[in-house]
């Protein structure tokens, strides 16, 4: 199993935590601050997918005028996850 513990930047959530497995399957994700019931939900929705997956779908969004967005947040703590040996 990988795990991350991603310190967000310039987004209202501060971290989100990640499990996957050594498929590199997401098994977990917790979004601390943010968005209450939007996060649950995209914790809910990359739940089981393939990290290459969910970064192809959700990298580079933005959040109204801010450079980021929490889901692009996500897919920079997967791209370090992805990293990290099992």
Known sequence: MKHIEYQTEGTCSMLIDVTADDNDIIQQVFFIGGC???????????????????????????????PTSCPDQLCRALKQLKEQKS
């Open 36 to 66: 209450n019931g939007n996060l649950q939900g995209i914790s809910q929705l990359v739940t089981g997918q393939k990290i290459d997956d969910v970064i192809s779908r959700l990298d580079g969004i933005r959040c109204g005028y801010k």
